[in-house]
C-alpha cells in the first residue's frame, strides 16, 4: 500500500482541501474518516469565526496541517497495527497465545502512542477548545 507524501499547502485562493485530498492515509482504524470530520469541525469554526473566507481557510490549514501530517507519517511509519506485521515475522506458523509474544502493557503502549499522535488522547480532546461557535444570524421569524 502507498502513501502519497504531505501537502506544504491546502489553500489555494477561495478554495481548499479536505479529507483524503488533502492527506491521504493508509487507512488505520477509521483514521482518514476521522480527521476529515476534525477538518470540517475546524473549517466550519473559522468560516463562522473568521470575517472573509480567505482568512478562515488560512487558519483552518495553519491549525490543521501539522497535526494531520503527522498522522500521515505515523501511519506510514508504525500504525496502531503494525504490532500484527512484527507478531507475524517473529511467529510465522501462528501461535495459541498472543500474550507469550507480546505483553498487556506494550499492547496497552502502541495504543496511547497512537492515541496521542491521531489527536486522540482524551486528556488532550477535553483541554482543548470546542470546534462550537455561537449562532451571530437569528433565524427567519416570519419563514414559512
Not at 510465522?92 to 499492547?107: A, K, S, V
Amino acid at each position: 500500500m502507498s502513501t502519497c507524501s504531505p501537502l506544504d499547502t491546502w489553500v489555494f485562493g477561495n478554495v481548499t482541501l479536505m479529507g483524503d485530498a488533502a492527506h491521504p492515509m493508509i487507512p488505520i482504524g477509521a483514521n482518514g474518516a476521522t480527521q476529515t470530520i476534525i477538518d470540517a469541525r475546524v473549517l466550519a469554526f473559522e468560516l463562522a469565526r473568521c470575517n472573509d473566507v480567505p482568512s478562515a481557510l488560512k487558519e483552518y490549514e495553519q491549525q490543521r496541517t501539522k497535526s494531520v501530517n503527522q498522522v500521515v507519517e505515523a501511519n506510514r511509519k508504525a500504525s496502531e497495527t503494525r504490532f500484527l506485521e512484527d507478531i507475524h515475522e517473529s511467529c510465522p506458523d501462528g501461535f495459541d497465545n498472543l500474550h507469550d509474544h507480546i505483553t498487556e502493557e506494550e499492547l496497552q503502549d502502541i495504543s496511547r502512542t497512537y492515541k496521542t499522535v491521531a489527536g486522540f488522547d482524551p486528556l488532550v480532546l477535553n483541554r482543548r477548545v470546542s470546534y462550537s461557535f455561537p449562532l451571530r444570524f437569528q433565524p427567519y421569524k416570519n419563514h414559512v
